[in-house]
């Protein structure tokens, strides 16, 4: 395959030498999932807070915000981290392969 190119999906997903990478390729459907998931985590943790004491709601609208907010920062940190270093072994072939061509050639 040339290096230019990327691979489709279904061959990354389906390549048991692993030389290419599925995860950066779905990491924004997994972003999305995140999101989501810290959505509906804060809106249980506001409506526990709400059922739990009187005037509940007041208290756990700002709690679940924070939530939300730390949730999605924590985890977009996680999957920049997870992206970073797939960059990194990507770079890392690429620098292997090109340093392998230049003693073939020199």
């Known amino acids: ?18 030389s290419d990478f599925v995860t950066p390729q ?9 999101m989501v998931l810290a959505g509906i985590y804060s809106l249980i943790m506001l409506f526990t807070i709400s059922a739990v ?10 709690a679940a915000a924070v939530m939300f907010i730390v949730s ?3 985890g977009r940190m996680g999957l920049e981290v997870a992206v970073a270093l797939f ?7 690429r620098i292997a392969r090109n340093s392998e061509a230049e ?4």
Not at 26 to 34: E, H, K, Q, R, S
Not at 53 to 62: E, M, V
Not at 87 to 93: D, K, V, W, Y
């Open 53 to 62: 004491a009187p005037g509940g709601f007041l208290l756990g609208l700002p």
């Open 1 to 18: 395959m040339n290096s230019q190119q990327k691979p489709s999906f279904f061959s990354a997903l389906f390549d048991f030498s692993f």
């Open 26 to 34: 779905i990491i924004g459907v997994i972003y999305f999932l995140l």
């Open 87 to 93: 960059r990194i072994a990507q770079n890392s072939t």
């Open 72 to 74: 999605v920062v924590l």
């Open 103 to 106: 003693r073939h050639q020199g």
